[in-house]
């Protein structure tokens, strides 16, 4: 009687599963290298991603602002511009159609730095009103004195009136032999602290101006609250745009900041006692004077 046996196994069908294995596991790691690969490039998307986002809405501004504000040439243009208005240019705008005017500091009292009436401004970057009032303050004390460290940035994209085009006095120095200025920029173009008031000058703003910017107080006797006119007036205009158009006495955006400027201009007359008498007693602001 005979007995079966098992059969022997055959080499060739050991080593091919011993190789489809090998292939099995080779498999595996490469699916598993590929999917750590791809998550390691959208990890690396997502940052990239988030530092453009920052980059298009913080300090100083857009990409585009940014390569404005970064070139001297624009800069030195637009300063020069703004800091050299014609006297003829403010005479014949007068008060150029606006209305808003100064308002008593509510138990105010002096306020100076190093003898001189101080004049402190409080706003932010990304403001757009700011972006607007910040124009026709440059114009005024320019009048007055001597600006350096001016720059150029834009308000938020994300806040009505989008990317106006104004300076910032976040490096600013301002020289007079009548006035002192105190700028303080709040917050960036993203609304990120950037310049700490202090106590005396949080404790003004929450109690006569209302928490509100931009606010300026002029001398502690009187004060702005918001801008002289509505930032809609230099929508699409570029800082060139906008400096080089302040000659033109018929154009809109012009008669605002330039009548704003006007009106600035009165005000600080008061504090310096009419002086200089070139600015202090030309016939706009005695003009404008008696008509207040």
């Known amino acids: 009687m005979s007995t079966s046996q098992p059969a022997a196994p055959r080499r060739g ?29 959208l990890v690396v998307a997502l940052f990239a991603a988030l530092v453009i986002a920052k980059a298009d809405t913080g300090h100083p501004s857009s990409p585009a602002a940014a390569a404005n504000a970064a070139n001297p040439s ?66 005024a004390l320019s009048r007055f004195g001597t600006f350096t460290g001016l720059a150029l940035t834009e308000s938020t994209s994300t806040d009505v009136y989008p ?41 003004l703003l929450q109690s006569a101006g209302q928490g509100g910017i931009p606010f300026i107080d002029l001398g502690g006797a009187t004060m702005l609250r918001s801008s002289g006119y509505s930032p809609q007036l230099l ?17 809109p955006a012009t008669q605002a900041i330039v009548g704003t400027a006007n009106r600035i201009t009165g005000q600080l007359c008061e504090l310096t006692h009419n002086q200089p008498a070139a600015v202090c007693q030309s016939p706009g602001i005695r003009a404008l004077e008696a008509a207040e």
């Open 13 to 41: 069908s050991t080593r091919a599963r011993r190789v489809a294995h090998q292939q099995a596991v080779a498999a595996k790691r490469h699916r598993q290298r590929r999917a750590a690969l791809v998550a390691i490039a």
């Open 163 to 203: 990317n106006t085009n104004t300076f910032t006095f976040l490096h600013a120095a301002y020289t007079s032999a009548y006035l002192a200025f105190t700028p303080v920029e709040i917050y960036d173009r993203a609304g990120n602290p950037l310049q700490t008031p202090t106590a005396a000058e949080q404790q």
């Open 235 to 251: 929508a699409g205009m570029t800082w060139t745009q906008i400096a080089a158009g302040l000659t033109d006495t018929g154009s």
């Open 74 to 139: 624009t800069t030195g243009v637009v300063v020069t511009r703004a800091t050299s208005v014609p006297s003829a240019v403010y005479a014949a705008v007068g008060t150029g159609g606006t209305t808003a005017q100064a308002e008593p500091v509510p138990g105010g009292s002096a306020m100076t730095v190093g003898g001189k009436p101080e004049v402190l401004y409080l706003g932010a970057e990304y403001c757009p009103y700011c972006a607007a009032q910040r124009w026709p303050l440059v114009l």
